[in-house]
């Protein structure tokens, strides 16, 4: 009896594995770069990491390349860049400071990491979520986490090491990125950002803009950006309370309708 042949698989759903798969190893890089003390290329090889982790999810779409294969290796390929990657890096610049307490936090963090992917990997599977959840995340997303984590740092490049490398600034802020992750806190996702036909040009300019300053400033740039981050986040609690308002709103009348339904028989009795 001949054995079945392994089906081939296509090259779409290849490529967004790939893009993964080169995260994965930008953050591993990021690792190395802080063993050898080189603290600006560890953090823009984890800013490379989620530059490809923004993409990968996002290819696999456009190439109807998803798979549940995909899905898993992002998810540990998020743990590894964004989860243990910024732990090591920080730990090796100023939280071995604290000795076993920075240990403690920079683990803490890690955990965390883990935490928030496998509590959003099961909610993918959520069937009760309503509509408008799908463009929020519950907590603040693996990367944009590590960005924050690595926010002190990020400034120290700009401004010197005098105070921003101080242990104790990194341990509250680390310990601050960490709860950030696991709370209920609702942030935008930006998945379903659309660009309307006539904002194509407008948006490419300003890509291209932005692109000229990250060349020449991109610390500045990378910090402004997790400010913003930052600032936006009760912008997004309070957009999920409304549209939450909104939706119980909506069903409320499918109730009363329902109730009223029940009691006409015996009305007309």
Wanted: charged letters at 15%.
């Amino acid at each position: 009896m001949r054995r079945p042949r392994l089906r081939g698989l296509p090259v779409n759903s290849l490529i967004p594995n790939i893009l993964t798969v080169l995260a994965v190893c930008a953050g591993l890089t990021a690792v190395r770069f802080a063993l050898a003390e080189q603290w600006e290329l560890a953090v823009m090889a984890i800013a490379v990491a989620a530059i490809l982790d923004a993409l990968d999810g996002r290819v696999a779409r456009l190439l109807k390349g998803t798979s549940k294969f995909g899905a898993e290796l992002d998810s540990l390929s998020d743990f590894v860049s964004f989860g243990v990657a910024p732990a090591l890096v920080l730990y090796r610049w100023t939280m071995s400071e604290l000795g076993g307490m920075g240990w403690i936090i920079v683990l803490a963090y890690a955990v965390c990491c883990g935490l928030r992917l496998a509590r959003f990997n099961t909610a993918l599977e959520d069937p009760n979520e309503p509509e408008f959840a799908a463009n929020f995340f519950t907590g603040v997303p693996a990367p944009a986490a590590a960005g924050l984590a690595l926010l002190p740092m990020m400034i120290s490049f700009q401004v010197g090491d005098d105070f921003f490398r101080l242990a104790l600034v990194n341990a509250v802020n680390l310990a601050f990125v960490a709860f950030l992750m696991v709370s209920q806190i609702p942030t935008f996702s930006f998945k379903k950002m659309r660009v309307k036909k006539e904002s194509v040009l407008p948006v490419l300019i300003v890509v291209g803009l932005v692109g000229a300053v990250v060349a020449s400033y991109p610390w500045f740039v990378l910090t402004a950006i997790c400010a913003i981050y930052l600032a936006i986040i009760p912008v997004s609690w309070r957009s999920w309370q409304r549209q939450e308002v909104a939706f119980a709103g909506k069903s409320e009348p499918d109730e009363d309708q329902k109730a009223s339904d029940e009691q006409t028989p015996s009305d007309t009795k």
